[in-house]
């Protein structure tokens, strides 16, 4: 019997499905978008049920398209866009139903509180969060406590995007290395929580879930999950990593020195290494690889992507009434009507940082 993996992507816009053999090759694929909502100034938050949702459409997708027998496929596993911050109370019940994702900058007043207490470039080289510091878990969570304190009473865990959908998956709640890099007190050299920052946090440290290994098998799929799923029950559940680290491992980045660049929401260029690779002036953010004894270090703009959707909706409006009346891709007429550009573009320069970036 053929066996086969299914993978899911919790992108910044959607979740991707994925379908491979165990040699890697693509059997199908998918994808399902949810939004984000920007409620205020820096406010960037998603419903951590739309990313549940669209991991159940687009399995169900998946496997309608995909000619492979529900019994062959024997694993699952998950990566997720970064710095989330999910509040379970002890039965795991989530307890916000928009939560910032990795590029909210809301918590500003608690990292400059944080930062009173602790060198701002000291807990750069600990921990090689190199995004502005408010991007990072701890201070998202601070936040909770500041401005949201009877939530903030019933919280148990705070847990990443791939994280609740594992809990989902399994009811277990755990992380791994590479989510918990970047959570703001990771100590990327010691592989684990740092007793100084959670203290200077002033947050419980039984609030950060327990670190597995990416490559650990954390249960089985639950009745209820593998019946919404269409998936085997039973089926192993792979911790996962943090987008990032997966995406290297996805580009080979496999041995220390070699490079990657992703182009999607965001945009950045990733090296992998034994050790960090940290510069105080440029600040390269690092995570922990989901290969055991690695890091990836990487700088990047915020908005690549999403540059481009907003070209579609600020200045294309004519072109995306016109693919909805030709049953066309709004996408591929821009593209179709930029192939008749002159190479330089009449010198005409777009800087797509409209989200920021980490580089100076």
């Not at 199908?28 to 920007?38: D, E, F, K, L």
């Not at 791994?176 to 010691?190: E, F, I, K, N, R």
């Not at 911790?239 to 070699?258: K, W």
């Not at 090296?271 to 960090?276: D, I, L, M, Y």
Request: glycine content about 10%; charged content about 20%.
């Amino acid at each position: 019997m053929k066996q086969y993996i299914i993978a899911w992507d919790l992108g910044t816009g959607g979740c991707k499905a994925t379908l491979f053999d165990v040699e890697g090759n693509c059997a199908a694929s998918t994808m399902v978008p949810y939004v984000t909502s920007y409620p205020a100034v820096g406010w960037h938050e998603q419903c951590p049920m739309d990313w549940w949702h669209a991991v159940v459409e687009s399995t169900r997708q998946l496997l309608a398209q995909a000619n492979v027998r529900r019994e062959e496929i024997v694993c699952c596993g998950i990566s997720g866009h970064s710095l989330g911050v999910v509040p379970l109370d002890r039965r795991g019940q989530l307890l916000r139903a928009r939560t910032p994702i990795w590029s909210d900058m809301r918590a500003g007043a608690q990292a400059e509180h944080f930062f009173r207490m602790i060198d701002e470039k000291e807990w750069y080289r600990t921990t090689g969060n190199g995004f502005p510091p408010p991007l990072y878990s701890v201070f998202k969570i601070m936040w909770y406590r500041d401005h949201e304190p009877e939530m903030f009473k019933q919280i148990d865990k705070v847990v990443g995007t791939k994280d609740f959908i594992n809990f989902h998956l399994t009811g277990r709640i755990v992380t791994d290395h590479s989510y918990a890099s970047g959570s703001g007190v990771y100590d990327l050299l010691l592989g684990g929580y740092s007793d100084t920052l959670v203290a200077a946090s002033g947050l419980p440290r039984e609030i950060f879930p327990e670190i597995v290994p990416s490559i650990e098998v954390i249960g089985e799929l639950q009745t209820k999950a593998a019946d919404v799923l269409g998936l085997p029950r039973g089926l192993r559940v792979v911790a996962g990593g943090v987008d990032n680290s997966c995406m290297a491992l996805g580009a080979r980045n496999i041995q220390p020195g070699r490079v990657y660049n992703s182009l999607g929401s965001s945009s950045w260029i990733a090296v992998s290494s034994a050790r960090p690779v940290l510069e105080e002036r440029v600040r390269p953010y690092v995570f922990a690889h989901v290969i055991p004894g690695m890091f990836t270090s990487a700088v990047s703009i915020f908005s690549a992507g999403t540059s481009l959707r907003w070209i579609r909706d600020t200045l294309c409006q004519n072109l995306v009434v016109q693919a909805a009346q030709q049953g066309a891709d709004a996408y591929d007429l821009m593209t179709a009507l930029a192939a008749q550009s002159p190479v330089g573009a009449n010198r005409l320069l777009f800087n797509p940082s409209l989200g920021g970036g980490t580089t100076l």
